[in-house]
């Protein structure tokens, strides 16, 4: 099983940037990277999707213009650049691996810990 560490999270103003990393090892059999985020009292969603050859992504509505995911398999890392941030972003941000092509969370088969994204207004 693949494991995952997010790192990047942090407390931005509006309007502001960041940029989420997840270092993925163990990677082989997961042909496809996710974002999804939890707010408080809500349900896990998915943000965007990309497979290791940086093909395949797919947004969230909301953060279509805003959001770019990227891999890079020199480093078995996969970003979140996340620009034009809005309070309505704060989440927790959660980077997941699964075999198949999808924006459904109980799709994919491994996650990481978390990174907290806070955007004040």
């Known amino acids: 099983q693949v494991q995952l560490v997010e790192s990047g999270g942090g407390l931005v103003q509006a309007g502001g940037s960041l940029r989420l990393s997840c270092a993925a090892s163990?990677?082989?059999?997961?042909?496809?990277m996710g974002w999804f985020r939890q707010a408080p009292g809500k349900e896990r969603d998915f943000v965007a999707r990309c497979s290791w050859s940086g093909g395949s992504t797919r947004y969230l509505e909301s953060v279509k213009g805003r959001f770019i995911i990227s891999s890079d398999n020199t480093k078995n890392t996969v970003y979140l650049q996340m620009n034009g941030l809005k309070p309505e972003d704060t989440a927790v941000y959660y980077c997941a691996a699964g075999k198949y092509i999808s924006t459904s969370p109980a799709d994919y088969d491994s996650w990481g810990q978390g990174t907290q994204v806070t955007v004040s207004s």
């Open positions: 163990g990677r082989t059999f997961y042909g496809y």
